[in-house]
């Protein structure tokens, strides 16, 4: 068994293993209609692949998250960097993309989840999981954990430039 982890919005822990979400926004990995379960190995990386989707969000006004541990069988396939497709790990991805898994999302298809690179973290041991959740290993996935997630402010603080006068005579900071 292996265990993942997903950062998300409280009011959506009832559907997160339908891949709703995915299902009616479609994402890098999952053309829109075709429902997909995004998890990662680390709960570090759950955390910068929400961050990224907040869209400029201040902390204080993000409705309240949680963060899940998922516990799915060991039907993962890891998916090398060299064989996906050329642009993959672009912010602004190829149209086609989405489309890259089909052939792999079908229910009787042998693989549960798909690992692949974080575009964040490209060359991270950390990777991201898409679990395919029409596949009939489903039924073996469970939620062990949910425990709710406070955004520590200073992941958030807007970017100012640093006033020279002040900058200048400052020791430098180990930033802990």
């Known amino acids: 068994m292996a265990l993942v982890y997903r950062i998300q919005k409280r009011q959506f822990v009832d559907s997160?293993?339908?891949?709703?979400?995915?299902r009616l926004n479609g994402g890098r990995w999952n053309p829109l209609g075709t429902p997909l379960v995004y998890v990662s190995t680390t709960p570090e990386l759950a955390l910068l692949e929400t961050l990224v989707h907040l869209d400029g969000t201040p902390v204080r006004?993000?409705?309240?998250?949680?963060?899940?541990?998922?516990?799915?069988?060991?039907?993962?396939?890891?998916?090398d960097p060299e064989t996906l497709p050329t642009g993959w790990d672009q912010i602004k991805f190829s149209e086609n993309l989405p489309f890259f898994l089909l052939p792999k999302l079908r229910p009787t298809y042998p693989i549960l989840a798909f690992s692949v690179p974080s575009v964040i973290l490209k060359s991270s041991p950390s990777r991201n999981l898409l679990i395919n959740p029409l596949h009939l290993l489903m039924s073996q996935v469970k939620i062990l954990?949910?425990?709710?997630?406070?955004?520590?402010?200073?992941?958030?603080?807007?970017?100012?430039?640093?006033?020279?006068?002040?900058?200048?005579?400052?020791?430098?900071s180990t930033g802990r």
Do not use: C, N, W
């Open 16 to 22: 997160v293993l339908t891949g709703e979400g995915a």
């Open 61 to 79: 006004d993000l409705p309240p998250f949680v963060r899940l541990t998922i516990e799915l069988p060991d039907s993962i396939e890891e998916l």
């Open 145 to 172: 954990e949910v425990i709710p997630h406070e955004f520590d402010e200073r992941l958030r603080k807007p970017v100012q430039p640093p006033d020279a006068a002040s900058v200048k005579g400052r020791k430098k």
